[in-house]
């Protein structure tokens, strides 16, 4: 069954740093998502993705931040300059489609630990 | 204000008794999702509801969404050990765009042996 990948599983860093979180959404899906989840709190959206484009972002989402699809199969999120602040978990999801209906699959996650 | 509320935050019930978990919303829930988290790990889908009424079932697993579209319970009969987790629901709100969910804060399940 076909199935969201990340890379790395967990990945710590130096405050300040830049990071490259990466996702391999299902193949044949359109929308590809970027959440996250602080340790012990609720899942936050961060930025909705499609036709290589951004289609909708949070207030979280700011300048440090920044999303790709490089090639046909990755979908990155880069995170410059990284905060203490930034440490959670990190999930892609994709659907086959957009708006209320679609199931979005989520990958397993990237543990972020900023040091 | 919390747009979406999960009762209760945790949850204890011995193995093979049936539970129920609660999300409401102050807004209308255009379509509403049902996860499960294992503690640190990614999120497994389980359901999803988008109609008024609607009822859907997966095993021992049975979610409901009201006729007023602002409430959804997930039932589980004769639970397992394999039930524990978190589990989240997610949801497409109106005033909202169509492209992101929001979450409840979960709730946490323990099964007793």
């Known amino acids: 069954e076909p199935e969201v990948t990340q890379t790395p599983s967990h990945q710590v860093t130096q405050m300040g740093q830049e990071v490259i979180l990466r996702c391999v959404p299902i193949?044949?899906?359109?929308?590809f998502y970027w959440y996250r989840q602080i340790l012990g709190q609720k899942v936050e959206f961060l930025v909705s993705f499609y036709n290589n484009e951004i289609s909708e972002k949070s207030e979280i989402f700011d300048d440090q931040f920044s999303v790709e699809r490089p090639d046909g199969s990755n979908f990155t999120l880069k995170i410059r300059s990284t905060k203490l602040e930034d440490s959670a978990m990190y999930f892609c999801?994709?659907?086959?489609?957009?708006?209320?209906?679609?199931?979005?699959?989520f990958g397993p996650g990237t543990r972020l630990t900023v040091l | 204000s919390q747009e979406l509320e999960q009762s209760p935050q945790s949850l204890i019930v011995q193995e093979g008794k049936n539970l129920t978990i609660n999300c409401t919303s102050s807004k209308t829930l255009y379509g509403l999702y049902w996860y499960k988290q294992k503690y640190g790990e990614g999120l497994i889908f389980l359901m999803m509801?988008?109609?008024g009424g609607e009822e859907k079932s997966h095993e021992k697993i049975t979610a409901k969404l009201d006729e007023k579209k602002q409430q959804s319970s997930l039932h589980i009969t004769a639970s397992q050990p394999s039930h524990a987790g978190i589990y989240l629901c997610?949801?497409?709100?109106?005033?909202?765009?169509?492209?992101?969910?929001?979450w409840g804060a979960g709730t946490k399940l323990i099964i007793k042996p």
């Open positions: 999801a994709s659907s086959p489609n957009g708006g209320a209906g679609y199931e979005q699959f």
């Open positions: 997610g949801a497409d709100l109106l005033g909202h765009s169509n492209y992101q969910l929001i």
């Open positions: 509801l988008q109609k």
């Open positions: 193949s044949n899906h359109l929308y």
